[in-house]
């Protein structure tokens, strides 16, 4: 399924926030980087529709979401920026309220529920209380959640955040495979060896504005010093009274 | 003590800020109970020894909630951060009531009402309150000893699971259990008095909505940002979300009204819905867990009077007035779902 997004712009006040951003996702996973602010989020919110761009289209398998939110809603499988868990449910309980939201029926749910719980690591945990689950938990239930109902398209914001190295290995494996029977993933992460090996493509957000999308340069290969030449260095300066 | 009073500076400064808007002073509609009572009687001292019981069951857990209202907007974890020895934390916890203006307020009220010595009385249990909110705290760990709320099931259908989530959240406010408390006062009254009033039953039901009216204002107060998120992410159309919600508020409703008098109280809750709906979707007031619901003044007003007169011209006249009351929550459907559809609606 194809992610197309075209001329996107969004603006929040006067600063803005996605300048003029047009790119196509066909297959495959697709890296999102840029620093902090840089549009990453916002851009996924317009992608997934909980944003409306203030110019520009989005259309994912053909769909325009400003459009028909309902049916793109239906093809997509996010984790959001604030991973999105009801928090009086158990983690169980949070994927068996939206799995028939996504017209699966109760047993399907069940089975995959208990699927996913597993591969990811969840299943002694399953009937916790999401309220009293560590950040590694909520964002693997909040992924768990986004997989539930097989969408053709992923959009991941930071999923591998506060990740132990077992389970990142996992969901590397798993995204793989989804990406291998033609899922189409966007994803953003600020881990820049691991979009080295992960994505296929990667496209660099600086100030909202895309600034290298390696889809147009088959030339060169994205490895982490590509993502400094287009983002700021970091200031230098040292804080003298630090430890003194 | 200037660490203090540096803590005490921030706490200040932001109650200010946040007394910019009138939705911010955090009333529950039974603040309108408490004043109406007041300009109904006639010799203050009497009137008040008369409704003491009554208003024992209502000031008790908005005292509660007093307690928490000003300390609760600095991060739990942040305020923990603090380098605040234990004396200091208990000293900053009894001076934050000082600068919640639901406590001058409510204060004001009962010094104009029963004089400046039941005014001090109040302060001081007031206090005492605060006292027992901080030691519960510690004892508990700040955990919620309530989890029974865990128990309560999926319900069937498509939005089984939305309707679970409300179900929890509602019995997770304090409105819920006054409201409880006013039911089996008034059921016991029905049931075991030696002549019961009958015309007492849905004026009595009618106070039970009244006091579930607030949570109408904030039905997505308890939800966190990232569960609104993921409401607007699901292939539902909003209007579907809303009714599930309402569903749950009008069941729980229907509940704790059965006994005293069904039709006042759903015509009254039907109303509290359809004018609660604005707030609901487009105020960005966070709610916390076992405290009351804190609405907005003005919303809250159109819920009484409007909810009050549509609920007693059904008592009174015709059921045309509940048909009233579905056409007036229809609409607030059809209007929420234009509001949730505006993206911005997402962000709280």
Known sequence: MMIHCRNVTKSYGGRVAVNDVTFTVSSGICGLLGANGAGKSTLLKILTGLLTADEGTVTIAGHDIAAKPAVVKQLIGVVPEEIGLFESLSIAENLHLVGPIYRLSAKKTEMRTSELLELLGLSSSRDKPVSECSYGMRKKTALAMALLHNPGVLLLDEPFEGIDPSSSRTILRVLRAAARQGTAILLTSHILPLMETLASRVLILKRGKLVWDSALEPSQIFTSETYFRFVDDAPTKELTWLGS | ?348
């Not at chain 2, 089984?160 to 259990?177: E, K």
């Open chain 2, 1 to 348: 003590m200037a660490r203090l009073l540096a803590a005490l500076r921030l706490l200040w400064a932001v109650t200010r800020r946040d007394l910019n808007s009138l939705s911010s002073l955090g009333l529950n509609n039974l603040f309108f109970c408490v004043a109406f009572l007041v300009q109904g009687s006639h010799d203050r001292e009497t009137a008040f020894l008369t409704a003491l019981p009554f208003l024992l069951v209502l000031f008790l857990p908005m005292l509660f909630a007093i307690s928490a209202g000003t300390l609760e907007k600095v991060p739990s974890v942040r305020a923990n951060l603090w380098p605040l020895s234990p004396k200091e934390r208990v000293l900053l916890r009894a001076a934050g009531i000082a600068l919640s203006p639901a406590f001058w307020l409510l204060g004001g009220v009962i010094v104009l009402w029963a004089g400046v010595a039941v005014g001090l009385c109040f302060i001081a249990f007031a206090a005492l309150v605060q006292l027992l909110v901080f030691c519960a705290a510690r004892v508990t760990g700040g955990e919620s000893p309530f989890r029974l709320l865990t128990y309560v099931p999926r319900f069937p259908g498509t939005l089984g699971g939305v309707v679970q989530v409300s179900l929890r959240h509602i019995l997770s406010s304090l409105d819920f259990y006054t409201a409880v408390m006013l039911s089996v006062v008034g059921t016991s009254y029905r049931f075991c008095a030696a002549k019961p009033q009958v015309d007492a039953f849905p004026i009595l039901a009618l106070l039970i909505a009244l006091t579930l009216s607030t949570y109408a204002q904030r039905m997505f107060g308890l939800e966190s940002p990232g569960s609104v998120a993921r409401y607007h992410l699901l292939p539902v159309a909003g209007w579907r979300i809303l009714l599930a919600k309402d569903v749950a508020y009008l069941g729980v409703l229907a509940t704790v009204a059965l006994p005293l008098g069904l039709a006042p109280a759903m015509t009254f809750g039907l109303i509290a819905i359809a004018l609660g709906r604005y707030p609901s979707l487009r105020q960005t007031a966070r709610q916390t867990a076992w405290r009351f619901t804190g609405g907005d003044i003005r919303f809250g007003a159109l819920q009484i009077v409007f909810g009050g007169l549509v609920a007693m011209g059904n008592m009174r006249t015709s059921h045309w007035f509940f048909a009233v009351a579905v056409g007036t929550y229809v609409l607030s459907l059809i209007a929420g779902d234009f509001w949730w559809n505006r993206s911005s609606s997402y962000h709280r």
